[in-house]
Structures are given as structure tokens and as C-alpha cells.
């Protein structure tokens, strides 16, 4: 049996995406697809809390079960460009005594971020496939993240010498606090062994290491997002889950989103040509049954998955390359029978409303 394949949907790099409205929408529409593609979903547990401005930053997380509600897109606008501090005083001094601000700058941004909400959405039936928690040591994660930062440092040497680096956009605060929090969740997920889907906002981290050739490829989470009936719902993925020709459906969506992301240039080509390539084959299989050729890898250890291009890009994979090697599990290497199309002809049913 292969191992059994997991992705991890962390607070720091999901902050941008949970706001309520459309924000929520797209992170639960990944969490629908990620119940289809992989076997177990986590969800951190707990209220998350950054904001970050040209001089300074701060991030904290607050764990366990809350009823906070998710951050409201008039909120969230009202606390960017607003003032923030983080204020101290000594431990000895008297409760009387004064605090004094540390950091005091406008906020290029401020997310209260959180999944909790989605505990009262979800059926008793996703406690198979998706589960709440958190990370207890973070030790080892620390340990590849100095790695990849020290990799960082020499990389700008050999790019730009002693001299001044250019200034990135936002400000230093701004882009070390997203780089920050994603080279964190990439770091715990590749010692979990585990995937880890990460929102747009926070794809510089996972570009940063595919880069560097800390990352291999590996899709289909944003081809099947594109190809889900648009009301699909948490009790739609049971159902679906049952079917056992769901493995080879996850070979095919990966091979159509592989095929649309070479031959388009925009995230509206990517589109267009995933339904196109996927009707293609549909009508292959259904008139010839013509089988899969090919390897297609469903599963890796340690793989990144996270928005790549413009704002609703396709997510990518890859595995880190600092604690082992990598490709494992699920590979399609027979010739498959076109039974993928009762996995089709399922949500094809749900889409019609039957």
C-alpha cells in the first residue's frame, strides 16, 4: 500500500485568503478540492494575528477553539493604513508605570486570520478526510528555515555584492513578514511529511525555493477547483471519496492541468484550456477507451502547494530538498481503463442536480 497522501492548510500563509466573502469562498473551494486529491486535510487550529507596515511588524497565534468570526473585508480595510504599535515596560516596574511604544508604524496590512468558523459548516461525515491541530515542536522546522535563509543571504552576495540591494515592494518589514510566515509552514510541512497549501499572497516563499531548486512540480489541485461544480459542498466529497476510480481521476486532472500550464500564457488560457483538454479526453475514453499511458505521481512527501501566477494562478508542488528525496506513493504505471469517467459521470450528476 502507498503511503497515504495529506496536505496541511496553515494560518500564517492562509491569512491573506481568510477574510469573510470571496476570500473564504476560494480557500474553502481548495479544501474541497484538496478532499478529492489527497487523503487526509488539516486544519490548523487556532486565531491567527499579523499586520506589518514600513516600520515594523508583528504576528501572533492564539490556539485552541474560538467563536471569533472571520475578518470582515470592512475591517479588514479599516486596519490597513491605520496605526499599530507593540508598546513594553519592564517586568519589575509597577502596574502603574507607563509603556513605551517598541514599534509604531501604518499598516501595509492587518489580517486576523482562522478556520474555526468552518467547524460549524462541516458534516459529521469530514471527520474522515479533515481534521483540526496544531504543531507542538517546531524545532526541526526552525532548523531547514535557517538553512534556506543562509542560502538567501549568499544568494544576494553572489547577485548583488556588498553593495545596496534594491528595496523590495512594501518595504523590507512588509516582505520579510510574508516571507517569514511561509517559509515557516513550508518548513513544518516538510517535516510532517505532509503537503501544505498556501494562499497568492504568500507564493513568494514557495517561488523563493523553486528557485533556489529546493521544489519539484506537482499539480491538479487548481485544474480540479476549475472543473468542481460551483455549489459542490463538504458533503458532495464523501461520496465521491468512495469511488475507486477516484486514484486514476487524480492521475488525470494532474496530466490536464500539467498539459494547460504549457501551452497558456494567462490564468484565462489556463482555464479555457483545462475544460478543453479534459473534454478531449473525456471524449477519447468514452468513445475508444483509448487507456492512460504514462507516470503520473499523485503523492509526495513534503511537497508545496501554492498559488503561482496571477491572482487565482495554479498551485504548484514540489519537495523540499533539504531532508531527503522525495517522489513516493501513488504512481499510475499500467495502462488505465477509462473507469475515471464514473468519477466524471458523478459530478457531472452533481452539476445537474441529480
Given at each position: 500500500m502507498p503511503d497515504r497522501s495529506a496536505i496541511y492548510f496553515p494560518l500564517r500563509s492562509n491569512a491573506s485568503a481568510l477574510f469573510a466573502g470571496p476570500g473564504v469562498?476560494?480557500?474553502?473551494?481548495r479544501i474541497l478540492a484538496a478532499g478529492l486529491l489527497t487523503d487526509?486535510?488539516?486544519?490548523?487550529e487556532g486565531l491567527h494575528l499579523a499586520w506589518a507596515g514600513p516600520e515594523g511588524s508583528s504576528t501572533g497565534t492564539l490556539y485552541g477553539e474560538h467563536d471569533k468570526p472571520w475578518q470582515t473585508p470592512r475591517e479588514r480595510g479599516q486596519a490597513t493604513g491605520a496605526r499599530h504599535q507593540v508598546a513594553?515596560?519592564?517586568s519589575d516596574a509597577p502596574e502603574t508605570a507607563p509603556f513605551y511604544p517598541l514599534i509604531s508604524t501604518d499598516a501595509a496590512f492587518s489580517w486576523r486570520a482562522t478556520f474555526e468558523p468552518f467547524r460549524r459548516e462541516l458534516p459529521a461525515s469530514a471527520s474522515r478526510?479533515?481534521?483540526?491541530?496544531?504543531v507542538v515542536d517546531d524545532g526541526p522546522a526552525k532548523q531547514i528555515i535557517r538553512g534556506w535563509e543562509s542560502a538567501d543571504q549568499m544568494e544576494n552576495l553572489r547577485r548583488f555584492g556588498l553593495g545596496p540591494r534594491p528595496a523590495p515592494p512594501g518595504g523590507s518589514f512588509v516582505h520579510d513578514a510574508i516571507l517569514a510566515a511561509g517559509y515557516y509552514d513550508l518548513a513544518i510541512a516538510a517535516t510532517a511529511a505532509v503537503g501544505v497549501s498556501l494562499d497568492h499572497r504568500h507564493r513568494l516563499a514557495v517561488e523563493t525555493r523553486l528557485r533556489a531548486g529546493d521544489a519539484q512540480a506537482l499539480g491538479g489541485h487548481y485544474a480540479l477547483q476549475v472543473l468542481l461544480p460551483r455549489d459542490f459542498t463538504w458533503s458532495d466529497v464523501p461520496d465521491l471519496r468512495k469511488d475507486r476510480a477516484l486514484r486514476e481521476y487524480r492521475a488525470i486532472v494532474r496530466e490536464v492541468e500539467a498539459e494547460a500550464l504549457r501551452t497558456s500564457r494567462t490564468t484565462a488560457e489556463i482555464d479555457d484550456q483545462i475544460h478543453r483538454e479534459y473534454e478531449r479526453r473525456i471524449a477519447v475514453a468514452a468513445a475508444k477507451g483509448v487507456p492512460f499511458e504514462g507516470r503520473a505521481a499523485l503523492t509526495a512527501i513534503g511537497f508545496i502547494l501554492g498559488e503561482a501566477a496571477?491572482?487565482?494562478?495554479?498551485?504548484?508542488?514540489?519537495?523540499?530538498?533539504?531532508?531527503?528525496?522525495?517522489?513516493?506513493?501513488?504512481?499510475v504505471t499500467r495502462a488505465m481503463r477509462p473507469r475515471w469517467l464514473a468519477v466524471d459521470r458523478r459530478l457531472r450528476g452533481r452539476r445537474n442536480g441529480l
Open positions: 469562498a476560494s480557500v474553502r473551494r487526509q486535510v488539516f486544519l490548523e513594553v515596560r519592564a478526510w479533515l481534521s483540526f491541530g496544531r496571477d491572482s487565482t494562478a495554479p498551485l504548484v508542488g514540489g519537495a523540499a530538498a533539504t531532508i531527503g528525496a522525495f517522489v513516493v506513493g501513488e504512481v
